[in-house]
């Protein structure tokens, strides 16, 4: 059964970052707040556990898992950046963007597109995302916390607890975080692209719909 914990959505009690960093660290797969809205997240070298998800989403093994990232240097160590785009980067992050990057060889070739060979990065700007984050010292591997037949997110920790507590391991309540997904920008080509419009504001970076 889900451990529940609550936490303060700005200050979060450390004991409680600590232990649920000590559930990631045991395989265990967590219910999450982000800066857009709830995801399950699991460590990225666990194949276990994020079959786990796929199998909690019901998606097939092309799934896009996203790398949710401490700052730009985590992500520069695991995806190919280049001038430009790291200034759009500097400018969108922390935020609710995900950004479609080349990997590098430090991406397991699991979580990479089969084709393309990229990942999805992100930096939320959520407190208790960020102290995961730190205390973790490594990329949450994290997907979406939607359920098969919903049409939104889950919302409600509450709520995720009934629906999932015999297949997570904890449920991190920190309050309501929207059911806004990210908004996704595929930066593989020269000019940037929206792969998937969403919370994250596009009128600073003039790119165009894909």
């Keep these: 059964m889900a451990q529940f914990f609550s936490v303060h959505p700005q200050t979060p009690h450390t004991r409680l970052i600590r232990q649920a960093v000590d559930i990631i660290r045991k395989g265990g797969v967590i219910a999450y707040p982000t800066d857009s809205c709830?995801?399950?997240?699991?460590?990225?070298?666990?194949?276990?556990?994020m079959d786990r998800i796929r199998t909690i989403r019901k998606v097939d093994?092309?799934?896009?898992?996203?790398?949710?990232?401490?700052?730009?240097?985590?992500?520069?160590?695991?995806a190919k950046v280049d001038n430009a785009q790291y200034r759009l980067l500097k400018a969108a992050?922390?935020?609710?963007?995900?950004?479609?990057?080349?990997?590098?060889?430090?991406?397991?070739?699991?979580?990479?597109?089969?084709?393309?060979?990229?990942?999805?990065?992100?930096?939320?700007?959520?407190?208790?995302?960020?102290?995961?984050?730190?205390?973790?010292?490594?990329?949450?591997?994290s997907s979406t916390l939607i359920l098969p037949?919903?049409?939104l997110p889950l919302n409600d920790a509450g709520e995720i607890r009934q629906r999932l507590e015999h297949q997570i391991e904890l449920v991190m309540d920190a309050g309501s975080c929207g059911t806004d997904m990210t908004t996704v920008i595929d930066l593989t080509e020269t000019t940037p692209k929206v792969a998937r419009s969403g919370k994250g504001d596009l009128s600073p970076f003039g790119i165009i719909n894909g």
């Design 149 to 151: 037949g919903d049409e």
């Design 93 to 141: 992050t922390p935020g609710s963007y995900t950004f479609i990057l080349a990997a590098t060889r430090e991406v397991p070739r699991r979580l990479q597109h089969p084709k393309r060979h990229t990942i999805g990065l992100r930096i939320p700007d959520h407190p208790v995302a960020q102290a995961l984050l730190a205390e973790l010292d490594e990329p949450l591997l």
């Design 61 to 78: 093994q092309n799934h896009n898992f996203t790398l949710v990232c401490r700052d730009l240097a985590e992500i520069a160590t695991y």
């Design 38 to 49: 709830y995801a399950l997240g699991c460590q990225i070298g666990n194949k276990e556990a």
